[in-house]
């Protein structure tokens, strides 16, 4: 699949992204609960600057590792892919809901806080079910950009509503229902790159 800009078939992966990424970090992601103890201690604008620029940098590993994958044969990369989607599905069923832990305010440069921010999520959380969905798009699809593109609105919009309704976001979306919703998700990616492998 092109990873151009013109056609439908780009934004298809794009949308197909967010979605899968999306449920998926809702669902086993904890770094909701981090965005929203950073959102207590900083000012909220600088904590969206530095959850832009960590999701965007992590997904751009996600999707450069699945990209070498691609190099391999293509029957490999469907299996690659087929298990990566199915260990996320696994990964999301047995995820436990963190317990939420308050954090204490603080006033500091906004340099600083930034940096606090974009280590904080930068440097944790590797090989969550979000990754390992946008690693297994490219790899599904043979592009990068738009899984990259997708995924990084997904967690966008998580750190988003995560820093805008805080923690009652899980008690609006009862933690049962998403981990059921992404599993899915995840399980119908993996069958549909094993429909591909069996048909090549």
């Known amino acids: 699949m092109s990873g ?23 669902v086993g992601d904890r770094s909701m609960y981090t965005v929203t103890s950073l959102t207590l201690r900083y000012r909220p604008v600088i904590v969206l600057f530095a959850l832009v620029m960590a999701f965007a940098a992590k997904m751009l590993v996600a999707v450069l590792l699945g990209s070498i994958i691609v190099q ?9 892919s087929a298990a ?18 308050a954090a204490a ?4 440069h906004w340099p600083r806080a930034a940096a606090v921010c974009f280590a ?5 959380e590797w090989a969550d079910p979000g990754q390992i969905a946008a690693a297994a798009l490219t790899v599904k699809t043979h592009s990068m950009l738009a899984p990259w593109l997708g995924g990084t609105l997904a967690l966008t919009t998580k750190g988003s509503l995560a820093m805008t ?10 933690h049962g229902i998403l981990r059921i919703l992404a599993s899915a998700s995840c399980l119908l990616l993996g069958f549909l790159a094993l429909v591909g492998l069996a048909f090549r």
């Open 4 to 26: 151009g800009l013109i056609g439908p078939q780009f934004w298809y992966v794009v949308l197909l992204a967010y979605w899968t990424v999306l449920i998926a970090e809702l």
């Open 72 to 80: 391999f044969h293509s029957r490999w990369t469907d299996g690659l």
């Open 84 to 101: 990566a989607f199915f260990l996320s599905a696994i990964l999301i069923w047995f995820d436990e809901p963190p317990v939420a832990t």
């Open 105 to 108: 305010s603080a006033n500091v």
């Open 120 to 124: 904080s999520m930068f440097l944790t």
């Open 165 to 174: 309704v805080g923690m009652k976001l899980r008690d609006r979306l009862p």
